[in-house]
Structures are given as structure tokens and as C-alpha cells.
């Protein structure tokens, strides 16, 4: 079964570390990314890397707090977030693509979802 299944989450203080993982089932990730959705808010673009992971982008929001990694040989990946703020309160999103993309940013790119883990963090 074609999939990806996320873990990770939960409710945190601000300037706490939380760390999402996604893993690929039934294919080969190309690129992969997070995306998060805060409430009344569209989908926003969050961290990417590529398929060899020589290639990482992230949002300015979350540069220098944030860190996205891979595991190709397990087809995982990984979202390191440390010194959270309350504006990061989202339900995060892992992405991935099965084929090569040129735009990391757009969620259309991406054809595989997760379901989705929520993020909380309190002032």
C-alpha cells in the first residue's frame, strides 16, 4: 500500500524541541517535504530536501530552529524542530514525490500526503 505514516507531535512549551518523522511505504521517496496548516489558515510551505539530500530549503519562518533530514536506505524522513514558538501551532504534514520536482515550495508537486500530526506549543 502506497503510503506515508507520520509520528511525532504533541504539545510543547515554547523553546522546547519537538521531532516529526515520516516514513514512505509502496515507494521509492524522491523529494520530501513538511507543510503545516494552522486553523483558518492555508497550507504553508514548511522544509524540503531532495533526493540526495545535498539539497535542503526551508521556510524563513523556521530557518536556523528547524532541521530536515533522510534516511534513504529505511525511506524515512525527519523534521527536527527546536526553539518552538506559539506561531508554529500547526497540524504539520509530511510530503513526498516519486519522481523528480523542480519546486520544493509548492504542495502541488508533492503526490503523497500524511495524515497529518498536530504541533502545539504554548507561551
Known amino acids: 500500500q502506497v503510503q506515508l505514516v507520520e509520528s511525532g507531535g504533541g504539545l510543547v512549551q515554547a523553546g522546547g524541541s519537538l521531532r516529526l518523522s515520516c516514513a514512505a511505504f509502496?515507494?521509492?521517496?524522491?523529494?520530501m517535504g513538511w507543510f503545516r496548516q494552522a486553523p483558518g489558515e492555508e497550507r504553508e510551505f514548511v522544509a524540503a530536501?531532495?533526493?540526495?539530500?545535498?539539497?535542503?530549503v526551508y521556510a524563513d519562518s523556521v530557518k536556523g530552529r528547524f532541521t530536515i533530514s533522510r534516511d534513504n536506505a529505511k525511506n524515512t524522513q525527519a523534521l527536527q524542530m527546536n526553539s518552538l514558538k506559539p506561531e508554529d501551532t500547526a497540524v504539520y504534514y509530511c510530503a513526498s514525490s516519486g519522481s523528480y520536482i523542480s519546486d520544493y515550495v509548492v504542495p502541488s508537486a508533492y503526490g503523497y500526503w500524511g495524515q497529518g500530526t498536530q504541533v502545539t506549543v504554548s507561551s
Open positions: 509502496g515507494f521509492r521517496a524522491s523529494a
Open positions: 530536501i531532495s533526493r540526495g539530500g545535498s539539497t535542503t
